[in-house]
T-cell receptor, first 117, second 113 residues
Framework: NAGVTQTPKFQVLKTGQSMTLQCAQD?????MSWYRQDPGMGLRLIHYSVGAGITDQGEVPNGYNVSRSTTEDFPLRLLSAAPSQTSVYFC????????????????FGAGSRLTVL | AQTVTQSQPEMSVQEAETVTLSCTYDTSESDYYLFWYKQPPSRQMILVIR??????QNATENRFSVNFQKAAKSFSLKISDSQLGDAAMYFC??????????FGTGTSLTVIP
């Protein structure tokens, strides 16, 4: 099992450029989410999905789009990058439902460091 | 909205000693889950320990244990016999019904040889 795979690991963009951060999981998790991590701010939820075709906004959704066409994939799109979007991005997934067995706990990807100049 | 507060941006501990990291949270729910995650310099997020709110017994995982005070909405992490490999950023997290997780701002732990 690869777990949660994020690509790319590093990316430098110019202001106004667009890009997509890819996220794929092979654990058949219903729930997938994107976080951004900034110094002193912890991890903040951008968007999440509870299944194919279903997405919703988190705490900081502005400037980001997501889609969930399959259970496995949950890409994050920046349509017009801004310097404020310089951050480390994490994709994470889990099973849905109550309980905190191993499958109900968030499994994280390795993170993607994005710099917007 | 749920909030998670970690009031200690940085902590240090001597190797082999014990350290406690603090976490408080705000919620109106009665059924929820709490976690501590560790982030070493590799940036990978690693689950340290988990706690169900309905369980009064504090969770333990080897050298890691929690002090869960539901009425006080407090969830501290105790690391015993600290090792150099424990040096990392530690995040407290709250999971509500519906699976949304909320994270604190983190505590950077330094282990002094």
């Amino acid at each position: 099992n690869a777990g949660v795979t994020q690509t790319p690991k590093f990316q430098v963009l110019k202001t106004g450029q667009s890009m997509t951060l890819q996220c794929a999981q092979d654990m058949n998790h219903e729930y997938m989410s994107w976080y951004r991590q900034d110094p002193g701010m912890g991890l903040r939820l951008i968007h999440y999905s509870v299944g194919a075709g279903i997405t919703d906004q988190g705490e900081v959704p502005n400037g980001y789009n997501v889609s969930r066409s399959t259970t496995e994939d949950f890409p994050l799109r920046l349509l017009s990058a801004a310097p404020s979007q310089t951050s480390v991005y994490f994709c994470a997934s889990s099973r849905l439902g109550q309980g905190i067995s191993g499958a109900n706990v968030l499994t994280f990807g390795a993170g993607s460091r994005l710099t917007v100049l | 909205a749920q909030t998670v507060t970690q009031s200690q941006p940085e902590m240090s501990v001597q190797e082999a000693e014990t350290v406690t990291l603090s976490c408080t949270y705000d919620t109106s729910e009665s059924d929820y889950y709490l976690f501590w995650y560790k982030q070493p310099p590799s940036r990978q997020m690693i689950l340290v320990i988990r706690q169900e709110a309905y369980k009064q017994q504090n969770a333990t995982e080897n050298r890691f244990s929690v002090n869960f005070q539901k009425a006080a909405k407090s969830f501290s992490l105790k690391i015993s016999d600290s090792q150099l490999g424990d040096a990392a950023m530690y995040f407290c997290a709250y999971r509500r019904t519906g699976n949304q997780f909320y994270f604190g701002t983190g505590t950077s732990l330094t282990v002094i040889p």
